[in-house]
């Protein structure tokens, strides 16, 4: 059974920095993309970054100003959201994702094949 598993969410003050770790299991890892979304209380869920299977190729949604940065590690079979500068409006639910490498785009929520449980994210003022 594939699994996705967020850890490292939680309780920041503005300005602070966290970093989202998600473990994959139950599948070949090096042959998905992985993505991160987030879901906002009282909104709907989107998408903020993917990474090629390989680690080559990051996309970021163009409203984020440079604040995340993904990264992956297939020998851990480990995607990393980072965040910097955090804001309130930065509070929400993290999701992890899995997209087969074949599929285009890759934060298309609709070509998600595997999804996290979640991990919330608090931010402060």
């Known amino acids: 059974e594939a699994r996705l598993v967020e850890s490292g969410g939680g309780s920041v003050q503005t300005g602070g920095s966290l970093t989202l770790s998600c473990v994959g299991s139950?599948?070949?890892?090096?042959?998905?993309?992985l993505g991160w979304f987030r879901q906002a209380p009282g909104k709907g869920r989107v998408p903020l970054s993917c990474?090629?299977?390989?680690?080559?190729?990051?996309y970021y949604e163009e409203s984020l100003e440079d604040r995340f940065t993904i990264s992956r590690d297939n020998s851990k079979n480990t995607v990393y959201l980072q965040i910097d500068k955090l804001k309130p409006e930065d509070t929400a639910v993290y999701y992890c994702?899995?997209?087969?490498?074949?599929?285009?785009?890759?934060?298309?929520?609709?070509?998600?094949?595997?999804w996290g449980q979640g991990a919330q994210v608090t931010v402060s003022s």
């Open positions: 994702a899995a997209v087969s490498r074949y599929k285009e785009p890759c934060y298309y929520d609709e070509f998600v094949d595997f």
């Open positions: 139950g599948f070949i890892f090096d042959d998905y993309k």
């Open positions: 990474i090629s299977s390989g680690g080559e190729d990051k």
